[in-house]
């Protein structure tokens, strides 16, 4: 006999933790539901007095030779067809997991496939959807499975997946968008960067070389041209530890937690870009926040979890600080409004949603209106780089051939005269 940690709702709703003594989880699981409970969650503590850690150790060990290494992770883009389909199923009225073997047999060999397959051994075992998602957190995150726990809870899994579904589908086009749109830009800082920097190591050393050979009295321009032409040419096997140490500089900076807020806070302050962030953040905020809680998580639960998916120090902390706010019998307006993550007009709806009991859906409204906005923000930024772009490579090949004909022009003079 073994004995089981089990987690349970009864039929008033009360969360329930207690222990059970079973054969297989599957008896375990009958004996709760004898009890008139709904399991969501089962784990077994002992088997046959050792403990379920040394269990686990032993069955790995005879399990050498079945040991997979997966390299990689999960595209967003398939969770969420996967999501999509699996909501569909759901809808059609199919057991979890007959769903689950049907969008199995229809996935390409991956991790993903991998994971639903461990998934439904998981279900079959005496585990819930949520409980079986949760031992896979590469895959599946505390968002996703929390949503789906409230599904089970609630009794409308269809539901809720159709839901998650949604959202992830409108996150993954925000993003979609703003990578679409820099394409462009990012493409023409590239050539103009190998343009730059081929005149600079090719063409300029040449004409160093002339004016050498004559002897001339360089102007200015010419010789601060040569010498940066010359450290280049000399260092440019170290360019590209350049970015790669920039980067690696910026993630270990941001491990210390008053950096990282810091660095968090100056990027709503930087010019143009500033907005967007500021905008795409507070808008993955509120349409998380929003589908949490119109899929039944509480609201405590709902923030965490939304903190979580923020990506930004700043807007964390505010999160962090509206929770603490509302443990505390506050609205979340007030920690909002003094976080000044947002503006006003975002404030003032929240606190309607609030004063209405309508919060999911002004929550939808800005995240929707901050969506237009970012995309709006984003089109400017592509047309106004563009311009710029043109400008500094046509000033910058401008200064090289000025500074380059500059001798040549004081050499004709001087032969002139």
Known sequence: ?????????????????????????????????????????????TVRGKSAEQHAAKTQKKKFGEINISIGGVK????????RQLSTLQDAGLPIIRSLQILAAQLKKGMLKKTVLKVIENI??????????????RVFDKLYVNIVKAGEISGSLDII???????????????????????????????AAAILIGLMIFVVPNFAKIFDELGLDLPAPTRMLIQFSTALKT???????VPVGTFIFYKLVRMIKKVRLLIDRAKFKIPVFGAIINKSTVSRFT?????????GVPILDSLINSKDTTGNAAVAQAIQNIHDSIRSGETIAKPLRESKICNEIVVNMVEVGEETGELEKMLTKV???????VDRAVEGLVSLIEPIMIVFLGGSVGFIVIAMFLPLVKLMQSIGG
């Open 1 to 45: 006999m073994s004995i089981f940690q089990y987690y349970a709702v009864n039929s008033t709703g009360k969360k329930i933790k207690e222990r059970i003594e079973a054969a297989s989880s599957e008896e375990a699981i009958s004996k709760i539901r004898g009890l008139g409970y709904f399991p969501t969650g089962i784990k077994e503590l």
């Open 287 to 295: 349409r998380t926040l929003a589908t949490l809680t119109s899929s």
């Open 76 to 83: 967003s883009k398939h969770l969420t067809l996967f999501t």
């Open 161 to 191: 997946l159709r839901r998650l579904a949604d959202f992830r589908e409108k996150m993954e086009r925000l993003i979609r968008k703003i990578i679409t749109a820099m394409i462009y830009p990012s493409v023409v800082v590239v050539v």
């Open 367 to 373: 995240a929707d209106n901050y969506d237009d906005e």
């Open 124 to 137: 079959e075992g005496g585990s819930t959807f949520s409980g079986a998602l949760a031992r896979h957190p």
């Open 235 to 241: 260092n440019w096997m170290y360019l590209p530890a």
